[in-house]
């Protein structure tokens, strides 16, 4: 009877200092999700013609090209 | 590695406002959060200028280096960007920004402040690109779509620039060399630093040294 009321006060006694437990918060080692590169698409409707879903390279120029096509004095001596 | 960033020519802006509108329709930007804005210099006065304004995604930037919770990150085509979900809306970083790009809605997940939002360079966030969730917490990911940011496509007179930091610098630089002023890039120093072996001041010697 003793050795049962002891196990029961040392369960509960352990329970409770489970309860004083809590998680890890510390940032370290947490890594930020960058998500997925820009050149990886996904190919949408909306995607631009003129370069091709995957294809870092084809990503580059197409966006050099477009970046280029603010420039109007380049537009202008295209289109004479 | 293309490296975006942005220049606004202050001698084309007409103070049209373009840039914000489209911005704030193309990405849903919530109630009282302008992602861009035009700021008048001398306003009335003849000779203003202005500038749109927004994140510049600097190079070594000051938002990055404040937060508590290190929630931004920088993607491989040198874009600042910050993952909503980490964000405690403290506003640090809206103190350490020049630009003051980070923006806070009235009513957000923290009582009066909620999470911290601002341009994305349309280039969404950390969820899968071009996905809902993506698009209902950073807006559109126009640069997975392979196009540029809205307000720079948009802007009629093409004073807002985007793109890679090479070929806008070379379209600003001939505009100058057509127009013959109005080489000041407004913020270009703050946000991407001093060309390396330029402006750096050496330290002085003391006297009585050769």
Redesign the interface.
């Known amino acids: 009877m003793k050795r049962t009321a002891c196990l029961l006060a040392f369960s509960a006694l352990m329970l409770g200092l489970g309860a004083c437990s809590e998680r890890p918060q510390e940032l370290a080692g947490r890594q930020i999700n960058g998500g997925a590169p820009n050149w990886q698409g996904p190919a949408s409707p909306f995607t631009a013609p003129g370069w091709t879903v995957g294809d870092r390279r084809s990503w580059q120029t197409h966006m050099q090209t477009r970046a280029q096509a603010q420039n109007e004095y380049v537009r202008l001596s295209q289109s004479h | ?2 490296r975006m960033k942005f220049i606004c020519d202050s001698e084309r802006c007409i103070e049209c406002n373009g840039c914000v509108t489209a911005c704030k329709a193309e990405n849903h930007v919530p109630w009282g959060v302008n992602r861009r804005r035009v700021v008048t210099l001398n306003d009335g006065v003849p000779g203003e200028k202005s500038i749109s304004v927004a994140c510049m995604h600097c190079s070594d930037a000051p938002c990055m280096a404040v937060c508590p ?5 920088r ?3 040198g874009v600042v ?1 910050h ?1 909503k979900d ?1 964000c405690i809306g403290c506003g640090y970083c809206s103190y350490a920004c020049p630009f003051g790009a980070p923006q806070f809605p009235g009513n957000g997940t923290f009582g009066l402040r909620g999470k911290m939002d601002k341009c994305t360079f349309c ?8 996905s809902q969730a993506e698009f209902e917490k950073y807006g559109r ?1 126009r ?6 940011p809205l307000c ?1 496509e948009v802007c009629s007179t ?1 004073a807002l ?4 930091g090479d ?2 610098a ?2 600003f630089r ?2 100058v060399v ?1 127009r013959n002023k109005g080489s000041e890039v407004w913020g270009w120093g703050t946000a991407y630093g001093k060309p390396a072996g330029g402006a750096t001041a050496k330290p002085a010697k003391p006297e009585g040294t050769k």
């Open positions: 590695m293309a919770v290190d929630c931004f990150y993607t491989d085509d960007l993952d980490v280039a969404g966030g950390p969820e899968v690109s071009g990911n640069l997975s779509e392979g196009r540029l720079a093409k620039l985007a793109g890679d070929v806008v070379d379209i001939s505009r057509v």
